[in-house]
């Protein structure tokens, strides 16, 4: 897929995603107030994250699909990977305060304080927010896996978990409102607990990223993937010096090609552009790929 149409693709999806958080962050809050509900605020307040987001990766994701500069000799792919991680902090934060908020409602009520019964407008609103954000999860997550970007895959995990707290907030929101005023405090709870699921996920999240950023290799089998179709290339006698890592949507691979001495540097040179066609052919034209060719009797 050339870059122009990933880069569009990319920030179609992410539009369309952006349209859909500002209403649902309007509805939840309007609704959260009307009806009294602390999750249903708590839940708006994530909306409104998940539109942050997505003006990160409107903004980095379209520096990222810029090539190599002047200043960038490995290209802009790293600005992705930190998009990624922007995604997760932000999580972090929202996952914060939800929990402050339910703590301190639970508070209210151990000390004697009242919390108003949610209206039925806070159910509705949580229905409506389940239904149309696991739509645009499922949708997001799509795009991301056919483009091939972190940062997009991250967005759309960000959906599903608006998604999920929109589901406790419908339970908790629904049984606060069945139960009585018992219960009310199933309302801040649910808030809690979402809270809670969303730190867990923000945190999976944010590994690959940053082991990305950090420049940890790729997986073992997918360098001994990379030593075997090298080692296939006719004239190669062997691999080694293998050092990987991932930047944005491409990987970087840099290896040391082992060949009869004899060969001329023509011929030595071909075998070099073979391997690396076989390479780019299995992880794509974005792969970054960098070969030092050894005489035999000279390999370690």
């Keep these: 897929m050339k870059t122009k149409e990933r880069g569009n693709r990319i920030t179609n999806i992410t539009l369309a995603g952006s349209v859909v958080n500002l209403i649902l962050t309007a509805g939840k809050l309007v609704a959260g107030i009307v009806g009294h509900s602390a999750a249903m605020l708590a839940d708006g307040i994530h909306s409104l994250s998940d539109f942050f987001s997505d003006l990160v990766i ?7 699909s810029k090539g190599q500069d002047k200043n960038h000799d490995y290209g802009h792919g790293k600005f992705e990977t930190l998009a990624s991680i922007i995604v997760s902090v932000v999580l972090l934060v929202v996952a914060a305060k939800l929990i402050a908020s339910g703590v301190e409602s639970i508070h209210t009520v151990k000390n004697g304080g009242k ?3 949610p209206g039925s407008i806070a159910l509705w609103a949580a229905l409506i927010s389940i239904i149309a954000k696991e739509i645009l999860y499922q949708v997001t997550a799509k795009v991301g896996r056919e483009v091939e970007s972190s940062a997009v895959i991250a967005n759309a995990w960000h959906h599903r978990s608006d998604a999920l707290s929109s589901i406790a907030s419908f339970l908790g929101i629904g ?17 809690c607990a979402i809270g809670i699921a969303i730190i867990v996920l923000s945190i999976k999240m944010a590994i690959p990223p940053i082991q990305e950023m950090l420049e940890v290799s790729l997986p073992d089998e997918i360098e001994d993937e990379i030593v075997s179709i090298s080692n296939k290339v006719e004239g190669v006698l062997s691999t080694h010096n293998l050092q990987t890592r991932r930047s944005g949507r491409s ?6 090609l082992v ?17 690396e066609k076989s390479l780019a052919g299995r992880f794509g034209t974005e792969t970054q790929i960098h070969i030092h060719i050894e005489p035999a009797e000279d390999a370690e």
């Design 175 to 191: 049984g606060a409102i069945l139960l009585g005023d018992k219960w009310v405090i199933l309302d801040p709870i649910v808030c």
């Design 259 to 275: 060949v009869d001495p004899q060969l001329s540097v023509l011929h030595a040179h071909n075998i070099a552009t073979a391997v």
């Design 58 to 64: 409107l903004v980095f994701v379209r520096i990222s």
């Design 115 to 117: 919390l108003e019964v």
């Design 251 to 256: 990987i970087i691979i840099d290896e040391h």
